[in-house]
């Protein structure tokens, strides 16, 4: 998906075409989070600091940006919430059949308490359901004692919900405590490079990764540094250091000019055939 912008006489607005229709004829505006609240597209751009107006056009989103929010910092991540919302083909309007989903919740709400949640919570950790995101099943994880590594434990979720509720297309985990679908409870979810690594991670990088048992979590994000964490079959594997300099740090750098470092937090030396040596655990530049 390719979104375009178009600047506007007001340096303060910018429009963001993404390629298709938005709201058909019609164009609606927002002036606050409040009143975005009709529209699942308007009210996730509001959780972006420094955004103080939305418009929903025949085919473009126009954002309205604070005097002292910069444009270099907000555009990767409007580009992410963008992208994220029309490839999961979310409405952009709320409204349609409300009962239809206060079904579909509860069932999945009784999926995971009766066969998902027990053998989780027995093994040390725990979830549960926080909201539905269109087919998106956004789920609360507690670590607690498990051990598992998260990315182990989506797929098993996921795989559970998908058999028995055709409706849901895939599953997102956020941490106990967060507002939003951040990965670390250091991680603040309005801030726009957080936005913007996230959305990459979810819909760039993670699923090659996870073709091959792996899994990439943001950790953190200080002074325009990323700092990430390999889980899953990636957790000290030799070609670690490769992957990490060839591919994901070269695409994060790419894709958020904002960062200017990519360091790994993995503790390789816990992994299965370790690339670093035992001792060398935590922060690792590469």
């Not at 058909?24 to 959780?47: C, I, K, Y």
């Not at 498990?146 to 297309?169: D, G, Q």
């Not at 250091?241 to 000019?257: A, S």
Request: include cysteine.
């Amino acid at each position: 998906m390719f979104i375009q912008t178009e600047p506007t006489p007001d340096p303060r607005t910018l429009r963001f075409l993404p390629g298709r229709a938005v709201l058909g004829e019609d164009s609606v505006s927002f002036a606050d989070a409040e009143a975005a609240q009709g529209s699942p597209l308007a009210a996730r751009l509001f959780q972006m600091t420094g955004v103080n107006g939305v418009t929903l056009g025949q085919d473009f989103i126009a954002v309205t940006k604070t005097d002292d929010a910069d444009w270099q910092l907000l555009k990767p991540a409007i580009f992410g919430i963008i992208m994220e919302h029309f490839l999961a083909d979310r409405p952009v309007l709320a409204g349609g059949d409300g009962g239809g989903d206060a079904v579909l919740i509860a069932e999945i709400e009784e999926l995971i308490e009766t066969r998902i949640r027990p053998g989780i919570v027995r093994e040390g950790g725990d979830i549960a359901f926080r909201e539905l995101r269109g087919d998106v099943v956004v789920i609360e994880l507690s670590d607690g004692g498990y051990k598992t590594p998260v990315f182990s434990l989506k797929v098993r979720v996921e795989n559970t919900l998908r058999h028995y509720v055709p409706e849901v297309a895939s599953v997102e985990f956020v941490r106990a405590g967060t507002a939003g679908a951040a990965t670390s409870p250091n991680l603040d979810p309005d801030d726009p490079e957080v936005a913007s690594i996230k959305a990459l991670l979810d819909e760039r990088i993670n699923p090659g990764v996870e073709a091959h048992g792996g899994y990439i979590s943001l950790i953190d994000v200080k002074d325009h540094t990323a700092f990430i964490r390999l889980e899953g079959g990636c957790q000290g594997c030799g070609m670690a250091d490769v992957t990490l300099k060839q591919g994901i740090e070269r695409m994060i750098l790419e894709e958020v000019p904002t960062i200017t470092a990519v360091l790994d937090s993995t503790d390789h030396a816990s992994g299965t055939n370790p690339y670093y040596e035992a001792g060398k655990s935590g922060l690792n530049p590469f």
